[in-house]
C-alpha cells in the first residue's frame, strides 16, 4: 500500500490544500481546500498534483456548466480563440478578441449579463462589428434583431462594394 503524500499548505493554482478528509470509493486521498475567491471545495489529490484542477470552480462556471448562458460564454470564446472552430474566420481571424476580464472569469461575466438584461431568449451582439466583446460594445437583443442587424450589413457591404466597383470602371 502506498504512503499518503502530505499536500497540505501548498497551492495548485488558485487553492490552498488545507486537510485531507478522507477517502473516494476507490481509495483516492480526498482534501480540503480553498480557494483565493473564498469558496472551500474538496477534490482529489491526484488532481490537485497533475494541475487538473486550479480552481473551486468560480472561474469555469462553478455549477453553471449546461446553463444557456455559460454556453453563450464558452461559444463566445470558441469563436475569438479556438481557429479550428467552424466560426472563427468570422471573428478571431478578423482580430476579433474578447476582453481579458471575460476570458478569464465567466463570474465576470455573468454579472454583466445580469445587470445589462440577459435573457435565455436573447442572443448577445457587438454593438460595432469591427470592436470585441467587452462590457462597452455589447448589449442583449433578439436573435430577430440580431439577424435583421447582420442582413442590413451585407446589403450596405454589397452597395458599397458596387460602388467601388463603378468608380473603378469610371476612372480606370
Same mark, same amino acid.
Given at each position: ?73 464558452? !461559444?463566445? $470564446? ?14 478571431? /481571424? =478578423?482580430?476579433?478578441? *474578447? ?46 434583431? !440580431?439577424? $435583421? ?14 460602388? /467601388? =466597383?463603378?468608380?473603378? *470602371?469610371?476612372?480606370?
Amino acid at each position: 500500500m502506498s504512503k499518503i503524500k502530505d499536500i497540505s499548505g501548498r497551492r495548485f493554482g488558485s487553492l490552498l490544500a488545507l486537510e485531507r478528509v478522507g477517502s473516494n470509493k476507490l481509495g483516492h486521498s480526498l482534501w480540503l481546500c480553498e480557494c483565493d475567491c473564498g469558496n472551500v471545495a474538496v477534490n482529489l489529490s491526484n488532481r490537485l498534483l497533475t494541475g487538473n484542477t486550479k480552481t473551486c470552480g468560480c472561474r469555469n462556471g462553478h455549477g453553471m456548466r449546461y446553463t444557456r448562458i455559460y454556453r453563450t460564454w464558452l !461559444n463566445m $470564446k470558441q469563436r475569438c480563440f479556438n481557429p479550428r472552430q467552424e466560426n472563427y474566420k468570422y471573428y478571431g /481571424a =478578423k482580430g476579433i478578441k *474578447v476582453c481579458k476580464e471575460w476570458t478569464e472569469d465567466f463570474k465576470a461575466f455573468l454579472s454583466w449579463a445580469v445587470d445589462n438584461g440577459y435573457k435565455n431568449n436573447l442572443t448577445i451582439d457587438r454593438k460595432n462589428n469591427k470592436k470585441g466583446y467587452n462590457p462597452e460594445n455589447c448589449q442583449w437583443v433578439t436573435i430577430g434583431k !440580431n439577424v $435583421k442587424k447582420k442582413d442590413i450589413t451585407k446589403k450596405v457591404r454589397k452597395n458599397m462594394s458596387n460602388a /467601388a =466597383k463603378k468608380r473603378r *470602371v469610371n476612372y480606370g
